[in-house]
């Protein structure tokens, strides 16, 4: 004997309006994925702008993960350096660029001891190749994988 399973119409509508929602959604997905790769050139046979690349075949590219700080001076009423620090690396290098991401903290730490040990005079004093070469010296001497060839210093301001 065959079995005949009636279902109500709220059911149906339900089950129709799932359907649709699930196939708007698909739609939405694959209309955004083709308009991903239209923007990127994917599609159209270009080629995204890309680092430039230098004469050993190593593709440069800027390290800006260390971000603005803010660091108090020694002073008995201490002001506010903001630095932000950048330096080019191999972005090939995953070893060495793995290993600058695992460093981010110490090298904002470097960063605060060395200038956090100064006065405002002090500071107002230096040379900016002397801070260069310094937090170039303290960032490499924490490195074994590889090594920073030069420092970039994007903001340095005495508040």
């Given amino acids: 004997m065959k079995r005949v399973?009636?279902?109500?119409?709220?059911?149906?509508?339900?089950?129709?309006?799932?359907?649709?929602?699930?196939?708007?959604?698909?739609?939405?997905?694959?209309?955004?994925?083709?308009?991903?790769?239209?923007?990127?050139?994917?599609?159209?046979?270009?080629?995204?702008?890309?680092?430039?690349?230098?004469?050993?075949?190593?593709?440069?590219?800027?390290?800006?993960?260390?971000?603005?700080?803010?660091?108090?001076?020694?002073?008995?009423?201490?002001e506010t350096i903001v630095i932000s620090v950048a330096f080019p690396y191999n972005k090939n290098d995953r070893p060495f660029s793995e290993e600058l991401a695992s460093r981010i903290s110490f090298f904002r730490s470097a960063t605060e001891e060395y200038l956090g040990a100064m006065t405002a005079?002090?500071?107002?004093?230096?040379?900016?190749?002397?801070?260069?070469?310094?937090?170039?010296?303290?960032y490499n001497a924490a490195l074994r994988l590889g090594q920073i060839r030069e420092i970039f210093i994007l903001e340095f301001m005495r508040l």
């Fill in 121 to 138: 005079e002090e500071i107002a004093a230096l040379d900016p190749a002397s801070v260069n070469e310094e937090l170039l010296v303290r």
């Fill in 5 to 78: 399973e009636v279902r109500p119409r709220a059911v149906m509508i339900l089950y129709r309006a799932l359907a649709f929602t699930a196939a708007a959604l698909i739609l939405v997905i694959l209309a955004g994925t083709v308009y991903g790769l239209l923007r990127q050139g994917k599609l159209r046979g270009e080629q995204a702008p890309f680092p430039a690349e230098t004469a050993g075949g190593a593709v440069e590219s800027v390290f800006t993960g260390l971000g603005t700080m803010r660091i108090a001076t020694a002073d008995s009423e201490p």
